[in-house]
Every structure is written in C-alpha cells, then in structure tokens.
C-alpha cells in the first residue's frame, strides 16, 4: 500500500511518500518539504502566534492535497517538540484538525527517541549488535540505546538546534561569551543522562541521525546526498573539534555557503554543532556512522508491524 508521513517538525513539515507492504522495505515515491521554523517563532510565553498557525494550517492542507494526488490511502501525521511543547499547542493541534481533519499526534519525547531507534536497527540490522543513536532536531535531542528493537534506554532532553539558537544566540555570529555559556550549559545537561547511556553498555556501532548532523558530516568531508543511501558516511569527533571555531566564526550567510548546508538550517549549525561535540565527549563516542532512516521511517515501519499484528497486507482478510 502507498502510506504518506506528515511529520510536522521544529524546522520543517515534511510530507514523505512510500511504497510499503509487510516484509519488505519501504520504498521512498516521493518527498516534500515546507520550511516552517516553528521552535524558532515561539513567542516569549512558549506560544505560537495566530499568523504562526496560519502557516502551518495551510502547509497541513496543501500537503493532504498533495497526498491525495500521489494516491496516499493513509496517512500517519505526527508533530514533535516545537507544538508538543508550545503552551498553546492543544489549541493549535484543534485548529489543524477542525480546519484540515488531520488529527495530528504528538510523540511523548521518549518515545521519538524508540522509534527513531527502531529505524536504525531495521537499516543497520542485528548484526551491528549494540547500538548507540543520537538525534539532534530543532528543538530536542534524543539519545537511545540497547541490543534489541526496543532500546533499553530512551532519553529526550530539550538541546534542539532552532530552541537553542533562538534561547542563547543574540547576534550573527554571537559573541564568544554566549558560545561559551551555551557549551557550559549544553554538557551539564548530557552530564545529567551520561551515566544512564553509559549503563546501557559500551555500544558496537555508534550512528547519528537528523539534518544536523548529516550537514556535519557532508562539511567534514562525507559524500553528498545524491550519491545514494548506501553509501557510508561518518563523522570523525576530532575533525568535529577542529572545526567548531571556524563555524563560530562565520555568519549564517557563510555557513550557507559550505557543502551540504541550506540557507533555513544555517543559523542553528552552531548550536547543533555543539550539541554534536558534547555528545561525543561525554558518551564516549570518536566517530559516528550516519543512518539514513530517521523518526518518518521508524513510524512506518512501526505502522507495518501493526499491520501485521492485525492480519492486514498481503491481501490476508
């Protein structure tokens, strides 16, 4: 069956478009993508405003109408932590639905970080034994790990990219005292969830997933996207550390400019880099592989299994 992703994320809403059916690997027909920004437009209550939710009212329904034209026959909408987490976001989430009909679900934080584990462990499969997987989104990051489909431990803390730009960052670039400050906070707060991924067991196979840092990776050296999915891709710490001053040393319009990196993610490289770093040191982590399959892929799959569970696909009544 053809299943539609509606992903409304702190950056962007992404439509995702796959061919999916029990056993088999779902193939991507066809994606697109609509910069929002939202953790980056919360007002100084934690809201979003009316012209906010307008624009993302309107993205819902064009990318329902795109759906239908690809010949979508479901559609599993999501939203994360930039309208989980906004003080109006009940609100906002019934305004979508009474004006769309899309019923648009928040994920608890926890439970990004399990299926974004689950997507891995199906791309990487059992024989990467322990796993270990970051994801830095725009307003969360989420650290998981374990042997299994089901990490043993899933772990969410608000070191988004967008939140922290918008919450320390005044100027473009900012002042290295602000760099200074958000590195400081950014450890203690990994310093906190350290020793619980540390309980987990020494990982086999570290990986990372999210726009931040596969940018990373591409700026370090990694092969661009149009090289395909299998090719490996990786992100060496200690490049990472050599480049972190130069990046806090450009502009959001010279970041633009470097390989790999949009003109809309740009302005939160620095504090995704940081993140990135901290990470690294803390859980002891020298290089990261970069996984392909994120949170959208994790939710089908999930969807699949369900499917399964059910009796449905394949033509089982």
């Known amino acids: 069956m053809r299943l539609g992703v509606l992903d409304v994320g702190s950056n962007t809403l992404h439509l995702l478009v796959v061919d999916a059916q029990p056993g088999g690997c ?3 027909a066809y994606s ?3 910069e929002l920004r939202l ?3 919360l007002d100084d209550r934690g809201a979003m405003s009316t012209d906010v939710a307008d624009r993302l009212v309107a993205a819902v329904a064009e990318a329902l109408a795109v759906a239908e034209d690809k010949g979508v026959e479901d559609v599993l909408a999501f939203a994360t932590s930039a309208v989980r987490d906004a003080s109006n976001g009940r609100e906002v989430l019934a305004r979508v639905q009474a004006e769309t009909g899309v019923a648009l679900r928040t994920l608890a934080a926890q439970d990004e970080a ?3 584990f689950l997507a891995v462990r199906r ?3 059992w024989s990467a034994g322990r796993l270990l997987v970051l994801d830095i989104g725009g307003g969360s990051l989420e650290v998981a790990a374990g042997v299994d489909e089901q990490p043993a431990v899933a772990l ?3 070191l988004g990219a967008g939140r922290l730009t918008r919450d320390w960052f005044t100027d473009d670039p900012p002042p290295g ?3 200074k400050a958000l590195r400081k906070h950014i450890r203690a707060e990994l310093g906190r969830l350290a020793g619980q991924v540390a309980g987990a067991g020494s990982p086999d196979r570290a990986v990372a997933t999210s726009k931040t840092f596969r940018q990373l990776a591409r700026i370090l050296g990694a092969a661009p996207s149009s090289y395909g999915n299998d090719v490996r891709r990786t992100l060496s710490h200690t490049d990472l550390i050599d480049w972190l001053p130069k990046l806090a040393k450009l502009t959001s319009a010279q970041r633009a ?6 003109a809309g993610r740009a302005p939160q490289l620095l504090a995704g880099a940081l993140v990135a770093d901290a990470a690294m040191d803390l859980f002891g982590v020298s290089e990261l592989e970069i996984c392909p399959w994120a949170l959208r892929e994790g939710l089908i799959l999930r969807e699949i299994d369900a499917m399964v569970a059910a009796g449905r696909g394949n033509g089982v009544p």
């Open 26 to 28: 779902p193939l991507p």
């Open 177 to 179: 005292k602000e760099v």
């Open 257 to 262: 400019t470097l390989p790999g990196v949009s």
């Open 156 to 158: 969410s803390v608000p």
């Open 114 to 116: 399990r299926v974004t």
């Open 39 to 41: 953790a980056q437009l």
């Open 32 to 34: 697109r993508k609509k």
């Open 123 to 125: 791309w990487f499969g």
